[in-house]
């Protein structure tokens, strides 16, 4: 896929419902570097660099990180790899079946 090959994703978003494109660089191994605003941070986890929304000096360190730091970058590389595939439909399914019966009481 296009995330293969490349260094890292750097997905910006200041609101997301789900980070998709996130999570599909994780897929690839590709390192992440998110904004830590709506679902990103529940996606990437500790597998992903962050920065606060509109502050591009921490964009900015925080890509040098990904491209400096060689051992940091194939650490979390490797624990992007293990989160992304918890995130399957199955899982997702189940989940959301649990929050429908917990709104419905059960029933």
């Known amino acids: 896929g296009a995330y293969t090959?490349?260094?890292m994703c750097v997905f910006p978003s200041r609101y997301e419902g789900f980070g998709l494109p996130a999570l599909e660089a994780m897929a690839s191994g590709t390192?992440?570097?998110l904004c830590d605003?709506?679902?990103l941070p529940?996606?990437?986890g500790e597998a992903a660099w962050y920065f606060e929304a509109g502050d591009d000096a921490v964009l900015a360190k925080q890509m040098a990180?990904?491209?400096d730091d060689?051992?940091?970058t194939e650490t979390?590389?490797?624990q992007a790899l293990d989160r992304a595939a918890s995130f399957t439909?199955?899982?997702s399914a189940a989940k959301l079946a649990g929050v429908y019966a917990q709104a419905t009481g059960g029933k």
């Open 42 to 44: 529940e996606i990437g």
């Open 31 to 33: 390192p992440v570097v």
């Open 37 to 39: 605003s709506s679902s």
């Open 5 to 7: 090959h490349a260094r």
């Open 76 to 78: 979390r590389a490797a």
């Open 89 to 91: 439909w199955a899982n």
């Open 65 to 67: 990180a990904v491209l």
């Open 70 to 72: 060689r051992q940091t």
